[in-house]
């Protein structure tokens, strides 16, 4: 099983910057992609970005050219760089891994960590 660790949420005003770290342990060697997803009160979660162990990275239109996503392979940790703000972002953000365990694929989610963008 893999197990994922989010930090790094607060309060910003709005054109500030944030970044989000997201720390994996357990079984990481079958991480395939890992990605940051969000939720607004009332709202569905929604696809932030997305990044697989070859560094290919993928974004959702609202957070393109804003957003940055990244990986240290070594230590298994994805980090979401947040720059420009928006209050449309404020949400909880959730670390996310798919990866492969015992021949099946999986999923695991962090606790999630706020982000609150606001004057």
């Known amino acids: 099983q893999v197990q994922l660790v989010e930090s790094g949420g607060g309060l910003v005003q709005p054109g500030g910057s944030l970044r989000l770290s997201c720390a994996a342990s357990g079984s990481v060697f079958g991480i395939s992609v890992m990605g940051w997803y969000r939720q607004a009160p009332g709202e569905q979660r929604e696809f932030v970005a997305a990044i697989t162990r070859g560094g290919v990275t993928n974004y959702a239109d609202s957070v393109k050219g804003r957003f940055t996503i990244s990986m240290d392979g070594a230590k298994i940790t994805v980090y979401l760089q947040m720059n420009s703000l928006k209050p449309e972002d404020t949400a909880v953000y959730y670390c996310?891994?798919?990866?492969?365990?015992?021949?099946?694929?999986?999923?695991?989610w962090g606790q999630g960590t706020q982000v609150t963008v606001s004057p």
């Open positions: 996310n891994a798919d990866y492969f365990y015992l021949g099946q694929r999986r999923s695991s």
